[in-house]
């Protein structure tokens, strides 16, 4: 793992903030892990991959979409080999993390899993293998091809709520409308900071569209309208787990650029319930 001994995201803040709203600011910062290719899969260290064969228990059934067909296996996650303890959520201490989803291959892209559709959450999937649980390599099943295998390391990265985050506008509701939290000059250069592809664990997404913890809350509670005050508070309770962006490198293009998001209220992950998560997907 990889470390940068100045947080970058500090020194934004103070640049473009008043100090005392800068200080406030970087207080809703989260820690994350940072997944990237491993530029020599022989030496780095390799905590994870896109794409390739999964691994799974020998009784355990390959996901399936009923009436749909079979997921397609994602992305794959040692826990042993993460740096979790620098996180803020509890990610297992060992075994292995499996992301499944239904990306568009047996149906061209018919079907889609949607946060505020519960018929289609099966539609994606988190499996959590514990590490004394034997595991063999599975084949895909038929129609399904699988993503390029692409080895990544990690490295400890901190990260910035989105700017409608429902933890920023809890801190700065009082604030006026041209509050320089969401002036374009810091969000510009909050921008050109979060370029980049960006597979993650932990921390805050990276939306591509809004702020995907509504989208999660608003599904968690039965689809009320979007006015609904018990979305923002809902929104509060849910937390990322993984981020999977489009990436090149394993042939992944989620709908246009996009990103694939799990996310989990705390208390599902400290007890490992992770037929919890909520999925939602967002593209340009």
Known sequence: MTQSTVDPL?????????????????????????????????????????????ELPEGEEWPTWEGH????????????????????????????????????QLDDGTALVMPDE????????????PADV???????????????EVSLTVRLE?????????????????????HPVWGDEFQEALWDHSRGTEHRLGGHANPVQDAVEFEVARGALDSPPWGDPRIKEEALRWALLAQID??????????????????IRPEDLAERRFDRTMFTWQCG
């Open 134 to 148: 034997p595991v063999t390599a599975r084949a895909t099943p038929e129609g399904i091809e699988p993503y390029p």
């Open 69 to 104: 067909g079979p997921l397609t296996f994602v992305a794959s996650f040692d826990c042993a080999e993460l740096p979790s303890a620098a996180l803020d959520i509890t990610l297992p201490a060992d075994g292995t993390l499996a992301f499944f989803y239904f990306d568009g």
């Open 246 to 263: 489009t990436d090149n490198d394993a042939d992944m293009m989620w709908g246009d650029a996009g990103a694939l998001y799990w996310l």
């Open 118 to 129: 519960p018929d289609t959450w099966a539609g994606a999937r988190v499996l959590y293998i």
């Open 158 to 178: 901190t990260t910035a709520p989105y700017h409608w985050h429902p933890a920023v506008q809890r801190e700065f509701a009082s604030g006026p409308d041209d």
């Open 10 to 54: 500090h020194a934004l803040a103070h640049a473009h903030l008043p100090g005392d709203i800068a200080e406030r600011w970087i207080g809703l910062l989260r820690p994350s892990l940072r997944l990237e290719k491993a530029a020599d899969p022989g030496t780095a260290q390799v905590v994870g991959r896109l794409g390739g064969l999964p």
